[in-house]
Every structure is written in C-alpha cells, then in structure tokens.
C-alpha cells in the first residue's frame, strides 16, 4: 500500500489531521525555541546589571553591540549547517549534533561564575549548533509531505505554533527563575530542556524512516565541501545562462531581492525586542503592581500560563496515543520533560500568589509576542483565506507599518522622560501595546518570508536564495543591536521619545516604499502569488 505521508508507517497515523511525525518535530522545536528565548530574554538583562547583583555591570552600549553579535551571527552559521546536512550529516544527525552543542552551550553559560570564558564559549557553542539544528529541521518538516500544497502549509503552521509555545514558556521561565532566583539558574534552565528536546527526537527518528538520512555512507569532509563548491558553481553557471535567456526568472530573483532588504528593515526593528526595548521594561517602566493592579495581574498572568499549558499538554497526549506503542522512551523522555514544567508553572504562580506586591520581571513583556502569535494567528489565517487577502508586498508594507506605529506607542508614552534619564516609572500599558502592534505586523510579514522565497526561485537556486534571506536576517540582528547600543547618546541628546521615532519613522517608510512598488513587485513575480 502506498502511504499518504512520507516516513515510518506509525508516521501515517495522525494528529489534528498531520503525522504524528510532524509533533516530534514541534516538541523537539518547541523546547530548542525554549532555551533560545529564554536565553534571550535574560542576556542583555544579566550583562548590565550590577556585580551585587550577579551581573557583570555592562555598560548598555556593550551589551547591545554583544547582543546584535549573538543574534545576528545565529542566522550565518544555518547556511553551512544547511550544506553539511545536505552533503555529509542528513538532516537527522545534524539535528542532533546540533542539539547537542546547544545544549552543552547553555550548560557552559550556566558556569559563568566560575570563569567568563564559559559564558563565551558558550555563546560560541549556541552559534555553531543553531547552524546545525535550524535550517534542517525546518526542512524535515516539508518532507513529511508528498507534495506541495495547503496540507503542507498548514504542518508548517503549526510547527510555527511550536516555535512560539517554546518561546512563550522559555521567556517566562527563564526569565523569571534568572531574574529572580540567579541568573545562572535561568541559563542551566534553558539547557535543561534543550536536552530533553534532543532526547526526545533522538530516541523518535525511526518514525522518519528514511527521510534526513545521511546522503552516503562514507562521510569525506574536504571532499563533500569540494563536490558542493563545484555543485553551486555549476548551478549558478545554468542560471546565468538561463537568466540571460529569460526574464522571468531574472526578475523573479530580483523580487527576492527586494523582499529581502525590506526584510532587514522589520527584523531591525522588531529585534529591539531582547535588546533595547528590555532595557526599556527593565529601567523605564514601572513594574511594580500593589493591590487591585497586583490581583488582577496575578489572574491575567496565571490565565495566560495555564490557557497554552493545557493545549500544549493535550496535543502532548495526543502524540502519546500514536505513538507509545512504538517510541515509549521517546514519550516517557518528553512525558519528563512536561512534569517539570508543570512542577516549575504552579510554584512561580503560588509564589505570586503568596505576596501581596507584584514586581513584574523585566523579561515578562517578551511573551507577549508569543501569546498574541498564538491568540491572534487563526484569526490572521481566516482574514487571508477570505476576500480581503491584500498581494505579498502589501501583506508586507502593512506589518512594517503596524510595526512602526507599535514603536510610536512607545515613542508617545516615553514623552515624559527627562532628557538623559537613567531610570523613569512609564506605565507598562505602552509595552504591552507596542507588542501587541509588533506581532500584528511580524503576522503580516511571516507568510510573505521564506515560502515567497522557495516559490520565487528556480529549484537550483533555492538553497542559495535562502542563504540570502539568512544574510539579510544577520544584517537585520546585528544591526538592530548597534542601533540599539546608542539608547544613552540619543536619550541625552534628543531624549527616548526620539530614539524609538527612528524605529517608527523608518519602518513606516520603508512600507510605504513598498506600497509604491506593489504594482511593480507583482508584475515581475510572473503569475506567482
Ligand atoms: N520567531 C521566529 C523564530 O524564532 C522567526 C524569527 C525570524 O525570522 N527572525 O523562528
């Protein structure tokens, strides 16, 4: 009998209409996303604060430039980790070395205090290993399917569920117990996880069968890298050729292009998330809450915590009842991993619970962009199946605008600090909004992204198109942390309403740009929607 999906006969049985294969993916996903937001959330907050603290007492300039470094340099080592995979590792292994070296990195950072090299070791190791584990297990969740087409879509849907479950928890976790318990703890957290994600998966692969299986037995290093120089080489000599012939796909590659520098203009932006705008929550806004305020926090912030847990945990049994009977250890191994988090949810909500004033962790404004991805992502999903489904490049200058006038909020609420303030008490509602109006705009950008890209391009181009979209991300990360790194110049000068008019303004530009070139965008995308 033919099967439907690729894989593992336990693969053909489903979850929510998937196979069962794509949930390992999105736990595996989930919980690698968990150590990477956590860890976010509590790096440029650790390296400024104070040594009694426990921080290293940065200077803010420092650590955003180290921040732009991190996260910028996390989107170049996926196109390598992509081609080793591809000609040397199979995606599989490359996923769990990956795994691995993340895994060994946060416990490297957690040891901080022992030596600072650690920390940058470790650092180092999340780079490396992200290079490996991203782009290929991305690309295992496409080849759970036959062909293209909606029901491919949508399992990349709900894997794009898994990366923001993973960094809602991460965010809140992490950030809480680093924050208020130590920052090393924080960091060892997001380690934990990152192994039982890789446990998890490694201990499930049979049900992939054959698919991210090494591509040849025997593995020669230089020879591989050799062999794919002269591939892309070769490819890239047939569609110059090719190109010159047509100008179909010449202008599609130029709209690739243009998405992709306008692509720079969100994510430097919007990445101020971890960066400037968390020294915002952490020294700006007043994030102490006492009676009526501290009550109904403490019951909007446990409703948002168990709503996602629940869900989470029934898609977990889900998974369970197709696929004990075969990966026991694998499900006992993420099984584990859901009692802890349980175990550590309820003790930070009766911690709360128990005293009567709420300090708000810095750290706590970032989930909300992945609880609104979450809440709002359906309703998105419904506008663009209905009739006012606006083209890709307005799609597009939409987010960019929601995006900007997000950071106006933030510009508009910031007007009543003092030129050069170290510290202010902003109420938190201008945070709340600016990420509400953020994940808007990243709901309208994220379907234009890397699915534009694989249709646009011809097939031996795909692979290097992404590697262009990758280059664009690093240039927008690291970017964004250099912007970022001039908050003290800027506010002493021009004042912190200037500095996020700049992320307002220019946003907002660019989509109007972008809007103007609609018209022409589509024209030379030839009939691709
Ligand atoms: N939030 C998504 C992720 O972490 C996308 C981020 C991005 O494309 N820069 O995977």
Not at 43 to 62: I, K, N, Y
Not at 108 to 130: C, D, K, Q, R, V
Not at 338 to 353: D, G, P, S
């Amino acid at each position: 009998m033919e099967f439907k999906f690729g894989g593992s006969e336990t693969n053909q049985k489903t979850v929510l209409g998937h196979p069962s294969g794509l949930f390992v993916l999105f736990f595996t996903e989930m919980w690698e996303r968990f150590s990477y937001y956590g860890m976010r959330a509590l790096l440029v907050l650790f390296l400024v604060s104070t040594l009694l603290d426990g921080g290293w007492a940065w200077e803010r300039s420092e650590a955003l430039q180290l921040y732009g470094l991190y996260t910028g340099l996390v989107y170049i080592t996926p196109i390598f980790g992509g081609l080793i995979a591809d000609k040397l590792l199979g995606y599989r292994n490359a996923i769990v070395v990956g795994a691995l070296l993340m895994t060994l990195g946060h416990a490297s950072m957690a040891l901080e205090g022992i030596t600072s090299i650690f920390f940058y070791l470790g650092l180092f190791l999340l780079i490396i290993g992200n290079g490996l584990f991203k782009p290929n297990i991305s690309s295992m969740v496409g080849q759970l399917y036959k062909n293209q087409g909606k029901e491919k879509d949508a399992g990349y849907t709900i894997f794009y569920m898994g990366i923001n479950a993973g960094a809602f928890l991460g965010i809140l976790l992490c950030g809480y117990i680093g924050e208020k318990v130590g920052w090393h703890y924080g960091f060892g957290l997001a380690g934990i996880f990152m192994f039982f994600g890789m446990l998890q998966f490694y201990y499930a692969q049979k049900i992939f069968a054959r698919i991210g299986l090494s591509p040849k037995g025997t593995v020669d290093f230089d020879d591989a890298i050799e062999d794919s120089i002269e591939e892309i080489n070769d490819d890239l000599e047939e569609v110059v050729d090719e190109a010159k012939k047509s100008k179909v796909t010449r202008d599609r590659l130029i709209v690739i292009g243009v998405l992709a520098f306008f692509t720079i203009f969100f994510w430097w932006a919007f990445e101020q998330a971890g960066g400037s705008m968390t020294i915002f929550a952490n020294d700006y806004t007043d994030r102490v809450l006492t009676g009526a305020g501290a009550n109904t926090f403490k019951i909007v912030n446990t409703i948002l915590t168990i709503v996602p847990m629940l869900i989470i945990t029934w898609v977990l049994t889900m998974l369970f009842r197709q696929t004990f009977s075969k990966f026991a250890l694998s499900n006992i191994l993420l099984g584990t991993s859901f009692v802890i988090i349980w175990i550590i949810v309820i003790w930070m909500l009766v911690r709360e619970f128990q005293s009567d004033q709420t300090d708000v962790p810095a750290s706590w404004f970032g989930i909300l962009n992945s609880f609104f991805i979450i809440a709002f992502a359906p309703l998105f999903s419904k506008i663009w199946q209905s009739k006012y489904n606006p083209t890709g490049p307005i799609k597009f200058a939409i987010g960019l605008i929601l995006l900007g006038l997000g950071f106006g909020i933030l510009a508009y609420g910031s007007m009543s600090i003092p030129l050069g303030a170290k510290t202010a008490s902003v109420s938190m509602i201008f945070l709340i909004l600016a990420y509400l109006f953020h994940t808007l705009g990243e709901l309208c950008v994220s379907p234009v992204g890397l699915s534009y890209v694989s249709k646009l391009a011809p097939v031996k181009l795909v692979g290097m198109m992404f590697g262009v979209w990758f280059v664009a991300n690093f240039i927008a990360n690291w970017t964004a942390g250099i912007t970022g790194s001039y908050i003290d110049p800027i506010v002493e000068e021009y004042g912190m309403t200037t500095f996020f008019l700049i992320f307002t303004l220019v946003p907002i530009g660019a989509g109007i740009i972008m809007i103007i070139l609609n018209k022409t965008l589509l024209k030379m995308m030839h009939g691709i929607r």
